[in-house]
């Protein structure tokens, strides 16, 4: 290591150890550091042990010998008062702080942190407060307004003409680990004298908050010279060295911390994952590659060989064919790419690209998920459950526990069937936690089903979730009860009719139906003063979707349709004169959507009122008949009318021959298309199978004018442009073929070609049965 180490000027080459305590400089989460410090400790054996770390985490020590506990975990301090602000300091098995730490508790010798309190970080404005997950090589403040911090690895590798500091750093550490060190304390030495020449360069190198925790850490390591003499080592970033080891008087050091802001704050061990220490997830620390420095620190010997083996066995549970004579070749061309290269050993980059020529046959897409895997990794560390919580943690723990729905830092889909009960237990726990805004698990598209016992979650465990749930900690003690005052609450805040319309759809999926009269209150308040038959009919979904979730989870709804009932009849009275009201293109297509929304819930509201379905019906047929109402809601409501039964084909067929009658002007025409068949409704099927239709639309095209036919283009071409490409073929071939060479029209008495003129139960019958194995209804 001493060789690959850049001669910088200015370097007073002092050891360490020299006249004081043993202060052992490191690169955190480096396995080549956990490895040196280690062996030094062996050699030196101090009586006390002092580590770069927060002083509130001394009480919490004693839980990593605990055997519940398995890395990487963190420690996690927040502000008593507002748990949001929070600071992690995570510890993989690789990094040196977890090793030092390891052990001391092994020995019985006294560990300490003497990094500055997290009480005065916490308490600091944001902009100068320390990085929320800890130091780099270097330490964790934040740069100066307008300065770029200094990296002192790529300082280093630059020097020793490396362009990647992680390269040089394989090269000098990583690698360099097997066999006997004759001198443990020589890696620290050259490196101390390293980062003395940068500090003497760049101060401090952009990070002006460094000079108040060195300040701290002094004061914390005279104290342990006054109990333990000189015989301590400290563990540090390599970057505090020289200032640790600078003569400062005692005065100096308490005027830097004198007046420093403080606040309450309480601090536990949380899990923590790979994925989360790597430098792509936003950690300031992080490393490019912690799934492999596991794999170096673990791999005692033959770690390249180790490595590909792992990466084969992963590309097997994939489905790709790898034998062992791929490993072996892949591990031939890492060590030949290595010595062209004129590295040591081979590293990360030659096994990957040994892998990808080798095993990906040349491809990255299976390479990416090596890297993804395997190069980062999720793995989730755990903690004993001795560790400090806050109620809520422990009920959220107790209830994961019993239903056997385990937190992991991978990402992975789970598949609920509401009629079983422990599946319909997990479903309210993750709807109970999103009321939280603890967002463990995330809704998506089911691929199993569309039916409302089916839901699919798409999970992952994320660290900063353990500060979401301290936060929600002041709602309640218990998931439900917190959930239940997070929705009350909700609801007396909310200003708007969507807003708590959407709560309520919430409330039911969470099956908060303590929360439900609050919110029904707030709901019933709201619709009683709003008269926007927009903002009336946009609630009126949300309000049917909740009635139908509530159905099958069992939750009694009953005052919720009655709600829904009356919005309805207020929907039913306003929407007529708003849509007649002088709307311009983007208010109709507003109320557009707003009309098949309100279509739909109505459906699913039939048995909530008397005569619903029916006196919604008059509402569209007074849209459909109405002059004054833009074409693109006049052609919706016949779609809906024809779509339901309650309109002929005759009529449907006499109210488009008026929308596109050579009076209706060209661009509301265009509209009356689009309502009609538009919107990825199936209107293009519709007029394959209706060749009168297809025939008045050709008809009405043809007799545009040309500047009119310039306006009304786009309209045409986002309707038509929304078909699939089977429907829009064979819309050419009818066009092309022109009127006199079609088919039979649908209801002229003859069945259209391909179609035989009466149904054939038997094939429907077959068909039937296949759509009830489809949906579960056997």
């Known amino acids: 290591m001493e060789g690959l180490l850049p001669r910088l000027p200015g370097g007073d080459g002092v050891s360490p150890g020299a006249a ?19 062996a030094a400790l062996d050699r030196a054996r101090p009586r006390a042990v002092l580590i770069e770390g927060p002083p509130e985490g001394d009480a919490l020590l004693a839980l990593a010998a605990e055997p519940g506990m398995r890395p990487p975990v963190a420690l996690l301090a927040h ?33 300490r942190f003497i990094d500055l309190p997290a009480a005065h970080a916490l308490a600091a404005p944001e902009e100068e407060a320390p990085g929320a997950e800890g130091p780099g090589t270097g330490a964790p403040g934040a740069p100066a307004a307008g300065a770029l911090p200094v ?36 890696p620290f030495e050259a490196l101390a004298e390293a980062m003395g020449a940068l500090r003497e360069t760049y101060g401090d190198g952009g990070r002006p908050r460094d000079l108040v925790r060195e300040a701290h850490m002094r004061q914390r390591i005279r104290a342990a010279r006054r109990e333990f003499g000189e015989d301590h080592a400290v563990v540090c970033g390599a970057w505090h060295v020289p200032a640790l080891r600078a003569r400062t008087t005692v005065a100096a050091d308490r005027a830097l911390l004198a007046g420093l802001p403080r606040t309450r704050v309480e601090t536990t061990w949380v899990p923590w994952t790979h ?7 936003g950690y300031g620390a992080g490393i490019t590659s912690p799934g492999w420095y596991a794999h170096l620190f673990a791999a005692r010997d033959r770690p390249v060989e180790r490595w590909l083996t792992r990466v084969a066995g992963l590309l097997r549970e994939e489905g790709r064919q790898v034998s062992s004579a791929h490993v072996i070749e892949a591990v031939r061309l890492a060590g030949t790419l290595a010595a062209v290269r004129g590295r ?45 919580a806050v109620p809520l943690q422990r009920d959220l723990t107790r209830r994961q526990r019993s239903l056997r729905l385990r937190a992991e830092a991978r990402e992975r889909e789970l598949e609920l069937d509401l009629r079983k009960d422990t599946d319909a237990a997990k479903s309210l726990l993750l709807h109970r936690l999103r009321m939280l805004g603890v967002d463990w698990g995330v809704p998506t598209a089911s691929r199993g089903g569309t039916g409302t016992f089916r839901e699919t979650w798409r999970l992952r465990w994320e660290p900063e979730l353990s500060v979401r749930v301290a936060e929600a900690g002041i709602w309640g003690t218990t998931v439900p009860g917190a959930a239940t005052a997070r929705a009350e609450a909700e609801a007396a805040r909310a200003g708007d009719l969507g807003e708590v319309t959407a709560l309520a759809e919430r409330c039911l999926l969470a099956g908060l139906s303590e929360a439900l009269p609050a919110v029904l209150r707030a709901l019933a308040d709201l619709a009683a003063l709003d008269t926007d038959a927009a903002r009336l009919a946009g609630a009126l979904p949300a309000l049917a979707r909740s009635l139908r979730y509530g159905d099958v989870r069992g939750t009694d709804s009953a005052a919720l349709a009655t709600v829904a009932a009356g919005l309805a009849e207020r929907i039913c009275v306003a929407l007529p004169p708003a849509c007649a009201a002088g709307l311009d293109a983007d208010g109709a297509a507003q109320l557009r959507g707003h009309l098949d929304g309100v ?8 048995g909530a009122g008397e005569g619903l379905r029916e006196r919604w019906s008059a509402v569209l047929r007074k849209l459909a008949g109405r002059d004054a109402v833009p074409g693109l809601i006049r052609g919706r409501a016949v779609r809906l009318l ?19 009658s050579p009076a209706a002007p060209p661009a509301d025409a265009a509209g009356w298309i689009e309502g009609f068949a538009g919107g990825g409704s199936g209107g293009g099927t519709l007029l394959v199978h209706d060749e009168r239709l297809l025939g008045l639309v050709d008809a009405w095209l043809v007799a545009v004018p040309e500047r009119a036919f310039v306006d009304v283009l786009p309209l045409l071409r986002r309707t038509f442009g929304a078909y699939e490409p089977g429907v829009k073929r064979t819309l050419g071939e009818l066009a092309r073929r022109g009127p006199g060479a079609r088919r039979t029209p649908v209801g002229a008495g003859a069945a259209p070609e391909g179609f035989a003129p009466d149904l054939d139960p038997a094939r429907a019958d077959a068909a039937a049965e296949v759509a009830r194995l489809l949906l579960g209804t056997a």
């Open 151 to 186: 990296d002192p690895l790529a300082v280093l590798a630059e020097t020793a003409g490396y362009e990647d500091p992680e390269l040089w750093w394989e090269d000098v550490v990583e690698h360099r680990g097997g066999g006997a060190v004759r001198d443990p304390l020589a």
């Open 79 to 111: 502000a008593a008062d507002d748990p949001a602000r929070a600071a992690f300091w995570p510890l993989a098995e690789f990094s040196p702080e977890w090793v030092a730490l390891r052990w001391a508790q092994e020995r019985d010798v006294p560990v």
């Open 20 to 38: 004081g305590p043993l202060l052992l400089g490191v690169r955190h989460h480096g396995p080549g550091s956990a490895r040196a410090v280690r």
């Open 275 to 281: 994925r989360r220490l790597a430098r792509a997830g």
């Open 344 to 388: 040591p050993v081979a590293g990360l980059a030659e096994t990957l690209e040994a892998a990808r020529a080798v095993m990906c046959d040349g491809s990255d897409v299976p390479l990416a998920l090596v890297e993804d895997r395997l190069v980062v990794g999720d793995v989730l560390g755990e903690v004993p459950d001795a560790a400090p």
């Open 642 to 660: 024809l779509d339901d039964g309650r309109l002929p084909p005759e009529e449907t067929a006499r109210l488009m021959g008026l929308a596109l």
């Open 599 to 606: 279509h739909g819930a109505v459906a699913l509201l039939d």
